[in-house]
């Protein structure tokens, strides 16, 4: 069997219920085949600043953090 021939059959045996994750999951193959999968999570912490770490305590007194 080719691997073509598997993921025919992988497909068929799919749930119902988890049809549009995999559909998902395979689109995100096609249309961008050479970029690596990434968590949609990953940067959403960037704040644009590279001094955040030694800011830490200016930050948090700033926003009340402890009071």
């Known amino acids: ?23 998902e999951t395979l689109r ?5 085949p050479s970029r690596p999968h990434r968590p949609a999570f990953i940067g959403m912490g960037n704040s644009g600043h590279a001094d955040t ?8 007194r700033e926003t009340g953090f402890g009071e």
């Open 1 to 23: 069997m080719t691997t073509r021939e598997e993921l025919r059959a992988m497909v068929e045996r799919v749930a119902d219920e988890d049809l549009n994750a995999a559909a």
């Open 53 to 60: 770490s030694a800011r830490a305590d200016e930050i948090l």
């Open 28 to 32: 995100g193959l096609i249309e961008h």
